[in-house]
Nanobody
Framework: QAQLAESGGGLVQAGGSLRLSCAAS????????MGWFRQAPGKEREFVAA????????YYADSVKGRFTISTDNAKNTVYLQMNRLKSEDTAAYSC?????????????????????WGQGTQVTVSA
């Protein structure tokens, strides 16, 4: 079993920055990759970014590419999402997720179906 705890959400003005953190505990040695997803009110959950544990494979949604950066600190068992140049459309509940078994293709980390652990989520609100 692995547990995930997000932090770092909040209210920020458009153009500002936030850094989200997701700390993993428990069966952490089994993590293959981690990702960030978000869900705005009335919308489906969408992929934001994902990273393999080794850091060799990194993926971003087109909507955040060039503005968000995902990184991992394996010593701290933490994955980060640095969000810069935030826009009002980035407002959502952000959740981190972990995959604890190897995938045939790391690119599958872009799909929420392949994750088996989820955090509670942290709210990000960007004011215009």
């Amino acid at each position: 079993q692995a547990q995930l705890a997000e932090s770092g959400g909040g209210l920020v003005q458009a153009g500002g920055s936030l850094r989200l953190s997701c700390a993993a505990s428990g069966n952490i040695f089994a993590i293959y990759g981690m990702g960030w997803f978000r869900q705005a009110p009335g919308k489906e959950r969408e992929f934001v970014a994902a990273i393999s544990r080794s850091g060799d494979s990194i993926y971003y949604a087109d909507s955040v590419k060039g503005r968000f950066t995902i990184s991992t600190d394996n010593a701290k068992n933490t994955v980060y999402l640095q969000m810069n140049r935030l826009k009002s459309e980035d407002t959502a509940a952000y959740s981190c997720a972990a995959r604890t078994a190897e995938l045939s293709m790391a690119s599958l980390l872009k799909y929420d179906y392949y994750y088996n652990y989820w955090g509670q989520g942290t709210q990000v609100t960007v004011s215009a």
